[in-house]
T-cell receptor, first 113, second 117 residues
Framework: SQQGEEDPQALSIQEGENATMNCSYK?????LQWYRQNSGRGLVHLIL?????REKHSGRLRVTLDTSKKSSSLLITASRAADTASYFC?????????????FGRGTQLTVWP | DAGVTQSPTHLIKTRGQQVTLRCSPK?????VSWYQQALGQGPQFIFQ???????QRGNFPDRFSGHQFPNYSSELNVNALWLGDSALYLC????????????????FGEGSRLTVL
């Protein structure tokens, strides 16, 4: 299976702290994405990093990608209670251009006020 | 700019029944993908529709079928429901990959929560 796997499964921190989530995957990719899901709601795209990129920033988000280790990390700096959600990494299939995404089980982040 | 809309938001069915879920893609998008998300799991790809044809299919039985209309909206049909079909069904839209404008990003609706009793 190409499915990514996030680590840890759950993360609990205080407001103001940084949150780091990791993702590992198994096959070659074109890009890797991170999505956020509030409880029982739809997924919201956060950031996309291409296979030829090593790091990308968007606001308080920093994503790294190591294709040699088939791993990525998502860092949320100065976390807020509103960041409480599940975070999923999603990979595509390098051999396909049709856009199917493979999701992991997610990291449940809880940020306490 | 309307985002992805799905209906119904919640529904309850009994085993053996059939269900139809509906999705309208984000304005300007022509490709619709459906995902199933069981409780505590990540979304699993069911299939993708583009130009009214099923282009890709995940590991789901034939009980799962779909359709895309000329206005790009889509339906997901599930026959012979069983308890294991209880899940959040997510619709996601994007630009077709042949358009040259696809960014890889999917835009998701809020989902249809199906409970099978």
């Amino acid at each position: 299976s190409q499915q990514g796997e996030e680590d840890p499964q759950a993360l609990s921190i205080q407001e103001g702290e940084n949150a780091t989530m990791n993702c590992s995957y198994k096959t070659s990719i074109n890009n890797l994405q991170w999505y956020r899901q509030n409880s029982g709601r739809g997924l919201v795209h956060l950031i996309l990093i291409r296979s030829n990129e090593r790091e990308k920033h968007s606001g308080r988000l920093r994503v790294t990608l190591d294709t040699s280790k088939k791993s990525s990390s998502l860092l949320i700096t100065a976390s807020r209670a509103a960041d409480t959600a599940s975070y999923f990494c999603a990979t595509d299939d390098r051999g396909s251009t049709l856009g199917r995404l493979y999701f992991g089980r997610g990291t449940q982040l809880t940020v306490w006020p | 700019d309307a985002g992805v809309t799905q209906s119904p938001t919640h529904l309850i069915k009994t085993r053996g029944q059939q269900v139809t879920l509906r999705c309208s893609p984000k304005s300007g998008h022509d490709t619709v993908s459906w995902y199933q998300q069981a409780l505590g799991q990540g979304p699993q790809f069911i299939f993708q529709y583009y130009e009214e044809e099923e282009r890709q299919r995940g590991n789901f039985p034939d009980r799962f079928s779909g359709h895309q209309f000329p206005n790009y909206s889509s339906e997901l049909n599930v026959n012979a429901l069983w308890l294991g079909d209880s899940a959040l069904y997510l619709c996601a839209s994007s630009l077709g990959f042949t358009s040259g404008r696809n960014t890889g990003e999917l835009f998701f609706g809020e989902g249809s929560r199906l409970t099978v009793l």
